[in-house]
């Protein structure tokens, strides 16, 4: 390879600030570069792999040619700094701060309650950005598309859609707003009593500051000049082993390309950037001619339009989108599938920085462009010095044939996509676990052209994605059918000849083998229907249209911008209108989320002499280690250790919990060293270089089946029984048995699992900085690992973006992980996981396998219920008992059975351990109930709503485990849910639906909910706070919780200037810390609220009832004067707060108690309407009545509602964890796991909190952090409701079991037809699959 000369130096702006680099590396990343380089740590690392959007920045080119500046969206984790050169880059710092002036997309964020942990912030406060520099007062469409690209865990998206919404010429917030006439303004007049004064605005929109474009920072006129240099120059980056050249003209690429052809031409980096990061490629040498004028340019000919390679799939979106506009339909029928699937092609980031060159060249199996073009007989213009060359983008072309691919000397300077004619169909078909921003599961390309007035094919092309390791081509089966009419019997055959050729083995890589083929003939069974539309319309005498009934088919679901309302109880306008209670408050750290300067714990500066920790794990489930050897790893550059279970002084294995592998490995993921390093990416090189042999030990278990073929528990069995189970059976009408699976859930946190420990130089002192729900545990685990006292451990903790449970126990285990590497090496440890080895090796919320038996009566009231509930708790003991506990206590929901007997086991596998999760074991459970309260409906002839409504409580009551309460606010949820939602009428609508729809159904559900917070452990729900009053008033506030987005901090303050009666501006909350309250419980169970505002209360009553002298003295005083005299009276300001906790319990011998301090119910209703051809489900509305008691703060608590929901409506529909047959974890980023983005939230959300009273709670509120998980259910049951409605017309009426999640795979495989039963079916016995259920 010929040498290259040294470097240039690299020059960009961020933030209107110049950087000059003069080592720029080619191998790292901007967000690097933000992060550690030039410390702006407001952009988050979440993924690294642009997929989640976290890293969100807006990068700004001027244009030369046309004088514009161009302003689009990148993820910077994928943005090579050197392609930067002349870019301007602003980050959220450069958007706006609180230290200078906040920016009205900052605001309105934080101001509309669109943070809760704000890691995600940053990203959507950067995608909103973006898209107003370039439209300042954007439609509501534009703001969905803007965020669909960017993930939130936490919020359920509504509130950050309205918060870009108000940018919108006309504010839609309401939908029907624009009317002049809200629907919420009603509501608010008609309840007149003032207990029940119903409020809806979270917000006053008349606070925000107008948008002023004209205020933006220009762009830099020094890159004006640098761009209009009519002397440019190639320029050469070289790094530590990479080298960086950028050609400056097309001949100079040519040349490059002619002196270096193994080089990589580098664009967007989407393809090779994540090539690089997950699958270690390593590319000495890059050509990059990003921005190069010759890649830039749309032709436009008498016969269609070429496009220049380097247009980005975004500016190939507005190119077709305008020659649409203008050229006649028929000839724009490619364009027009194109742009269908541009639209949901990854988020807006990657469409921006993607290019079509690297699109195309790339040939990703899963691309969604390349069979459409292939389809449409797109071909490509190359270039080299030898010349031009046309090749067809063709079969030979996508399934990489040698002698139809470039040379290593070319280059694609464009593509040439022709118009499509009169007699030519093209179309573009996919579908994906999500919408937007998921790659296909199946797409296809497809294209017919018939003799000119005929309906005889003249040709016909089909090009499918994802079947295989490349874009396939069907042509067999279309050559075949050329000359045949486009009827039935030709689309029959052309099913079977498909099928035939394009072969999906059983035990292919990405699993879903029969739904793919089944994919495979409904696509194309689409387009057939599509064709013979389009030949109606054309000639509607000669070709009859396609039945009324199936219209619906042709259609994928649109894209809406969801719309919602809430409503909530006013305040007593006789409250003082300095109390904050009750009120709307926006989180406390809202502002900072927005502006990036909320600081996490890996947004530390670097501390002196700190490593990095990577981590090893074990690449099997059950094996004895024979061999450890890690000193290539050692002898790396930049490593210092390597850290094993030998370097443990204190116990490797506490509360059963294993820190490092020794000897034996017991599941996949599991730690077996760590490598500490200078910077992380050496730890990381090294880790790789660690080599480790096993020798497989049986058994080997993986699932719940054969945990229970194996007699491997963890527990022993927990029961409840009331009433005479065997007896009742006896006397029932009929008995059903079944069973329902219910897989886990990955929390996806978007901070991942952080650790910081610092060694101090005294006592054996260690100070920690962990995202975590829980510090006392981390400093236990900690502690007990270094064989220290635990006074000796200080664990810190500010905030972390997002817990849901995955940081409970975990952070201690990874905590006492990292604390041995800082023992050992007696150096700093930054230890932040990765997110693929985080999804890996945290594990999450446990699979379920619930089996029942019902007795019940024709009526539909059930009698007897046994159920037995089993969970996959993985290699060790964790939460599980506690979850088992929970399962077996909660499950009974809002029903009551008097015969009832309900029993629970954790299993023992050798998967990741698994761990607490929001409604820990309730949401899975509670499917079972569910399931079979459906199952009873459907065999009894009665819709399930009206079963429900048999069988639940209805008035004062006892529990099965003789817990007494009053489910008045479960009836008055499930009847306002029914009655407010106009369910009866909107399912009758759905029937007519269903009716005129065959391949389209639409489904309704309405769940009930009876929940619990707290724990049956008395001693856990205590709390302590120390609240400090300084001299100038102010007030510290600190408490035993964890601030995880819930908004805690901000309920804690609002208790606090209740108590003292002083502005919540007076009030300071600065984090959690072992130091200032030793011992506290964990954060979870819905009772953070409520146990430490306990405390914090109780501490403030303390400290007023000292200053009660010096008020009653001077009762006009300022605050200010009561402390100085009280003061000077020698009064404490300081003081602890302590709450005792709820008195719960649980005598699991005589199986009663009372576990748990109250109830929160509620009942969410969701209508959904299912594609029966492809699986995809479409939410349309959503309706949810939560029993809030008295809130706090409703902003916060509707919050929590929402999204829980969304969290929850996730888990039982799209999120799916696969896992091989061996244990391995496949789905381990979100390219592979696919929480909701904001086109899966329902197109319209009503929430409404339901005033009740619950005097056993602080102001009598109630914990609302888990319970809004269940209610998601609702579209899991309307899923079901509406693929039964397909199953009965095709005349199945029996039963069907119902398993959580309810993917597309299931609905489509679910909906049984002519085309599920054409596929071909494997014999399960000849064949490993490639993942397995381990529910
Ligand atoms: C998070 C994420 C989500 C995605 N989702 C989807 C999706 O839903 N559907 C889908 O279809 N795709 C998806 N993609 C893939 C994406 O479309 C491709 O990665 C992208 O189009 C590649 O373009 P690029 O400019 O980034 O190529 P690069 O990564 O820069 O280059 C890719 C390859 O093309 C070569 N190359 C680039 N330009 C030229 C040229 N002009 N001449 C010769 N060779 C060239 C390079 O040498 C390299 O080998 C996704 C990617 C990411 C990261
Ligand atoms: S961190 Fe860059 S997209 Fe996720
Ligand atoms: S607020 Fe969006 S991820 Fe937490």
């Given at each position: 390879m010929a040498s290259v000369p040294n470097s240039d130096e690299l020059i960009f702006f961020v933030n209107g600030r110049k950087v000059t680099e003069k080592?720029?590396?080619?191998?790292?990343?901007l967000l690097y570069y933000l992060r550690?380089?030039?410390?702006?740590?407001?952009?988050k690392y979440s993924c690294?792999?642009?997929?989640?959007?976290?890293?969100t920045v807006m990068v700004s080119r001027y244009n030369p040619k046309t004088k514009k500046i161009h302003h689009y969206p990148v993820t910077a984790c994928l943005v090579?700094?050197?392609?930067?050169?002349g870019a301007a880059v602003t980050t959220v710092e450069g958007v706006g701060s609180i230290n200078t002036r906040i920016h009205p997309v900052q605001e309105r964020l934080a101001k509309c309650h669109g943070?809760?942990?704000?890691?995600c912030s940053p990203g959507m406060v950067m995608s909103i950005y973006t898209l107003l520099r370039n439209?300042?007062?954007?439609t509501p469409e534009q703001i969905t598309k803007a965020l669909g690209g960017n993930l939130c865990?936490?919020?359920?998206y509504r509130t950050i859609v309205e918060s870009g919404k108000t940018?919108?010429?006309?504010?839609?917030?309401?939908?029907?707003?624009?009317?002049?006439?809200?629907?919420m303004d009603q509501e608010e007049r008609s309840f007149v009593n003032r207990q029940e004064k119903i409020c809806t605005k979270l917000?006053?929109?008349?606070e925000f500051q107008p948008l002023d474009p004209s205020q933006e920072p220009i762009f830099p006129p020094e890159l004006i000049r640098m761009a209009e240099d009519p002397n440019k120059r190639r320029l050469t980056f070289q790094g530590e082993r990479t080298t960086w050249i950028a050609p400056v003209t097309l001949n100079d690429l040519l040349e490059l390309k002619a002196n270096f052809p193994e080089a990589t031409l580098i664009m967007g980096n989407t393809t090779v950037g994540p090539s690089i990061k997950f699958r270690d490629e390593f590319h000495p040498v890059f050509i990059s001619p990003l921005?190069?004028?010759?890649?830039y340019f749309v032709d436009c000919t008498d016969d269609g339009v070429t496009i220049g390679a380097g247009y980005s799939l975004a500016q190939l979106n507005d190119a077709l989108h305008l020659i649409v506009l203008e050229q006649p339909k028929e000839k724009t029928k490619t364009y027009s599938a194109l742009l269908k699937h541009l639209r949901t092609l990854a988020g807006a980031q990657i469409r921006n920085m993607a290019t079509l060159g690297g699109h195309v060249v790339s040939?990703?199996?899963?691309?969604?462009?390349n069979p459409i073009l292939a389809a449409g007989n797109a071909t490509i213009n190359l270039l080299s010095k030898e010349g031009k060359r046309q090749i067809p983008l063709n079969s030979h072309f996508l399934e990489r044939s040698p002698e139809a691919s470039l040379k290593s000397e070319e280059i694609v300077l464009s593509v040439y996509i022709p118009y499509s004619t009169q007699w030519h169909f093209v179309s573009g078909l996919r579908l994906a676990?999500?919408?937007?921003?998921a790659f296909a599961i199946v797409n296809a390309g497809m294209s017919v052209k018939f003799e000119d007035g005929t309906d005889t094919i003249k040709n016909l092309q089909m090009f499918y994605g994802s079947v295989d390791s490349t874009v396939v081509s069907a042509s067999q089966t279309c050559q075949q059918l050329?000359?045949?009419?486009?009827d039935d019997q030709m689309l029959s055959d052309a099913c079977r000849l498909v099928l035939d050729e394009i072969d999906i083995p059983?035990?292919?890589?990405?699993?879903?083998v029969e739904y793919r083929r089944t994919l495979i003939i409904s696509l194309l069974f689409k387009f057939y229907l599509k064709v013979r539309r389009g030949l109606n319309k054309m000639d509607p005498q000669k070709f009859p249209d396609i039945p009324e009934k199936f219209?619906?088919?042709?259609?994928?679901?649109p894209i809406k911008t969801p719309q919602g309302t809430q409503m909530f109880q006013c305040v007593?306008?006789?409250?003082?209108?300095?109390?904050?209670?009750?009120h709307p408050v926006m989180h406390q750290s809202a502002i900072k989320h927005a502006t990036g300067e909320?600081?996490?714990?890996?947004?530390?500066p670097p501390i002196a002499r700190e490593l990095f920790l990577a981590v090893v794990t074990s690449?099997?489930?059950?094996?004895?280690?024979?061999s450890f050897d890690a000193s290539e790893a050692l002898a790396l550059p930049g490593v210092v250790d390597v850290i094993t279970?030998?370097?443990?002084?204190?116990?490797?294995?506490?509360r059963g919990e294993i820190l490092y592998a020794q000897n034996?490995?017991?599941?996949?993921?599991?730690?077996i060293c760590t490598v500490a390093a200078d910077i992380y990416a050496h730890a990381r090189e090294a880790a790789k270089k660690v080599k480790i042999t096993y020798e497989d030990i049986e058994p080997r278990i993986i699932t719940i089946e054969q945990a229970l073929e194996h007699n491997?528990?963890?527990?022993t069995e927990k029961k409840i029984e009331q009433g005479n189970v065997e007896q009742a059976f006896k006397y029932v009408d009929q008995i059903i048995e079944g069973e329902a699976h219910v897989e886990g859930q990955e929390h996806?946190?978007?901070?991942t699992q952080t650790i910081l420990a610092i060694p101090k130089e005294e006592d054996k002192e260690m100070v920690l900085y962990v995202g975590t729900q829980f510090p006392s545990h981390v400093q236990e685990f900690v502690a007990a690992t270094l064989n220290?006292?635990?006074?000796?451990i200080a664990c810190h903790m500010?905030?972390?973006?997002?817990?849901?449970?995955?940081k409970v126990t975990k952070p201690a285990v990874l905590g006492a992980v990292g604390a041995v590497a800082a023992n050992k090496t007696g150096r700093p440890i930054r230890f932040i996981l990765e997110r693929g080895d985080d999804m890996l090796i945290t594990g999450g919320r446990h699979p379920l396998l619930g089996k029942y038996k019902i007795g019940f009566m024709?009526?539909?009231?059930?009698k007897a219920a046994d159920v037995e509930y089993y969970i996959n708790?993985?290699?060790?003991?964790?939460?599980s008992e506690s979850v088992i506990d929970f399962v077996v206590l909660k499950s009974e929901n809002a029903y009551h059975i008097p015969n009832f007997r309900c029993r629970g086991r954790a299993c023992k596998t050798n998967l990741p351990s698994n761990t607490a999760f929001r409604g820990f074991g309730f949401p899975q459970a509670t499917v079972v109930v569910e399931a079979y309260i459906t199952a009873v409906a459907s065999q009894c002839n009665l819709p399930p709503e009206e079963v429900k409504e048999i069988n639940m409580y209805k008035r004062i009551s006892k529990t099965a485990y003789k817990q007494t309460f009053n489910p008045e606010p479960l009836r008055k949820c499930w009847k306002q849910c029914l009655e407010k939602s106009s369910f009866y009428p909107r399912k009758l609508a759905a029937e007519e639906f269903n009716k005129k729809n065959y391949w389209k159904k639409r489904g309704l559900a309405v769940v009930p909910m009876k929940f619990t917070i707290g724990?049956?452990?008395?001693?856990?729900?205590q709390a302590a706070a120390l609240v400090h009053i300084y001299l100038d008033g102010s007030v510290l506030v600190t408490h035993g919780g964890c601030e995880m987005g819930q908004g805690l901090h901000t309920k804690m303050i609002q208790v606090a200037s209740r108590e003292l009666n002083?502005?919540?501006?007076y009030i300071h909350l600065s984090e959690t810390s072992t130091v200032t309250v030793p011992n506290a419980s964990f954060t979870?169970?819905?009772m953070g609220a409520d146990i430490n505002g306990k405390a914090v209360q109780n501490a403030c009553q303390i400290l007023m009832a000292r200053l009660q002298p010096v008020i009653r003295k001077?009762?006009?005083?300022k605050w200010e004067d009561w402390i100085a005299k009280a003061f000077e009276q020698s009064i404490s300001l300081s003081t602890t707060g302590y709450f005792k906790g709820y008195l719960t319990n649980m005598d699991w011998e005589k199986e009663?108690?009372?576990?748990?301090?109250y109830f929160v119910y509620g009942a969410s209703c969701s209508e959904v309407e299912v594609?029966?051809?492809?699986?995809a489900h479409k939410l349309l509305r959503t309706d949810i009545y939560m029993?809030?008691?008295?809130?706090?703060n409703p902003a916060l608590d509707i919050g929590q509602v929402q999204g829980a929901f969304i969290q929850g409506m996730g888990f039982y529909t799209i999120e799916e964890l696969k896992y091989s047959?061996?244990?391995?974890?496949?789905?381990?980023?979100p390219d592979d796991y696919k929480i909701p983005t904001v086109?899966?939230?329902?197109?319209e959300i009503r929430v409404t909190l339901v005033h009740s009273r619950n005097p056993i709670a602080i102001y009598s509120s109630k914990g609302l952090?888990?319970?809004?998980m269940f209610l998601g259910s609702s579209v899991l049951f309307a899923i079901y409701d509406a693929v039964t409605a397909a199953r009965k017309e095709r005349g199945l009426t029996k039963t069907f079991s119902l398993n959580s999640p309810a993917t597309p795979e299931w609905i489509r495989m679910t909906c049984v037809d002519q085309f599920t039963d054409m596929i071909p079916r494997d014999d399960p016995s000849t064949f490993t699959p490639w993942s397995i259920r381990v529910s």
């Open positions: 080592n720029a590396d080619p191998e790292v990343n550690k380089v030039l410390c702006l740590t407001g952009t690294g792999g642009g997929g989640c959007g976290a890293c090579p700094i050197c392609s930067l050169y943070t809760q942990c704000g890691f439209h300042p007062e954007p865990r936490c919020t359920g940018f919108c010429r006309e504010s839609t917030v309401c939908g029907m707003k624009s009317s002049g006439k809200c629907c917000y006053n929109e008349d921005g190069l004028p010759e890649l040939r990703p199996n899963f691309s969604d462009l676990q999500r919408q937007e921003n050329i000359g045949r009419q486009w059983p035990a292919a890589g990405g699993g879903m219209m619906s088919a042709l259609e994928d679901f007593d306008p006789y409250q003082p209108p300095q109390d904050p209670i009750g909320a600081v996490f714990s890996d947004d530390t690449t099997k489930a059950h094996a004895k280690i024979i279970a030998e370097d443990v002084p204190g116990s490797n294995n506490h034996e490995v017991i599941c996949v993921g599991q730690i491997s528990f963890f527990t996806f946190y978007m901070e220290i006292p635990r006074s000796r500010k905030r972390t973006g997002g817990g849901f449970g995955g024709n009526n539909g009231v059930i708790s993985g290699c060790t003991p964790d939460e724990f049956p452990v008395a001693y856990y729900n002083i502005p919540q501006s979870a169970a819905s001077n009762p006009k005083g009663k108690g009372e576990p748990y301090p594609d029966c051809l492809t699986g029993d809030a008691a008295f809130s706090i047959p061996e244990g391995v974890l496949y789905s381990r980023s086109t899966e939230i329902p197109e952090g888990e319970s809004g």
